[in-house]
């Protein structure tokens, strides 16, 4: 079933779901269920799953020299998703990148999605590759994320790269976009921002995931932003439980977004870890009551391969 189908079958009500990340390679899908399974308490509709750009890794050759390389070490997102669907029956949502991929790549990629039962997708342009300071797209590739919209939303409707093909099946794809409550790192402003989010919205674009954020001022300010400028698709909020006080730096480092000063100040008072991750845990505890009031369809939770403070949230909130 299509996300936007899930929500208004809830009939008002707030959905459960959550992200997870692939497992390096090597290792196996247990400890990934291991994670999962105590999250169907909530009975999500829907599980996310990542896909990660490729990486730039040195090997050394027989004559000492290192020889440069580019792989994935988080590869197998489709696997997954097929995975977690036949054993929860549960719907999976794959992140499709820009980054990595030709529009031949892609659109074999939405083929293998139909064939596997997977009709929901996440369109993202993706990062840059580790030690490159600018996203570029692959050669034959998409640059923007409304571009990738627009061949997903194509393809469902029998637009192939090659030409039309007529089809009796519906084939389309209900796709989901990246919003930024505290604006893009790379977008001049939070006007651009948001325009270039009503552009993946018009090129087909059926619903928007935030990027995490832990001011919910910042996300209700964002949503009527959003409705002020005629994006009416729903807007689901991404929770990210604070967990290590390295989080103080590091969010903020690579997420570009602002820790408020009450949520900084209860971290630095922690004297161990497990101190911080009960501060978090109260912390998105109270987000999402805040939230579940403003009327949001689906509270999202990134869970970074760790779902025990994501199962407390979830007992006290669903």
Request: hydrophobic letters at 40%; a negative charge.
């Amino acid at each position: 079933m299509k996300i936007t189908d899930h929500i208004k079958n809830a009939n008002g009500k707030t959905l459960f779901s959550f992200e997870i990340v692939p497992p390096q390679k090597g290792v196996g899908i247990a400890d990934l269920y291991k994670n999962i399974d105590p999250l169907m308490e909530f009975k999500p509709p829907f599980i996310d799953v990542t896909t990660s750009r490729e990486e730039y890794i040195f090997l050394e050759r027989g004559n000492g020299l290192m020889e440069r390389k580019i792989t994935r070490m988080r590869p197998g997102t489709l696997g997954i998703c097929s995975a977690i669907q036949n054993k929860y029956n549960v719907d999976t949502v794959p992140h499709v990148l820009c980054g990595g991929f030709t529009k031949e790549e892609t659109e074999y990629l939405l083929v293998d999605c139909m064939y596997l039962g997977i009709n929901n997708i996440v369109a993202l342009r993706g990062d840059a590759m580790k030690g490159e300071k600018y996203f570029e797209p692959s050669v034959g590739g998409h640059k923007y994320a409304s571009d990738l919209v627009k061949q997903i939303h194509d393809l469902g409707i029998g637009e192939y790269l090659h030409g039309k093909i007529e089809s009796d099946t519906d084939n389309s794809f209900c796709i989901g976009v990246a919003g930024y409550p505290e604006k893009h790192i790379e977008a001049p402003s939070m006007n651009y921002d948001l325009q270039m989010l009503k552009k993946k919205v018009d090129a087909g674009a059926d619903y928007i995931v935030t990027q995490m954020f832990f001011d919910n001022q910042k996300f209700f300010e964002f949503v009527n932003q959003a409705r002020e400028i005629g994006i009416d698709v729903p807007i689901i909020p991404g929770i990210k439980p604070i967990a290590t006080k390295t989080h103080l730096q590091m969010l903020p480092q690579v997420f570009k977004i602002d820790l408020p000063e009450a949520l900084i100040n209860e971290v630095i008072k922690c004297k161990t870890n497990n101190d911080v991750r009960e501060v978090g845990i109260e912390w998105a505890i109270n987000q999402s009551k805040e939230l579940l009031d403003f009327g949001i369809p689906v509270l999202h939770f990134y869970s970074m391969g760790k779902s025990d403070n994501i199962l407390k949230i979830g007992r006290e909130i669903f």
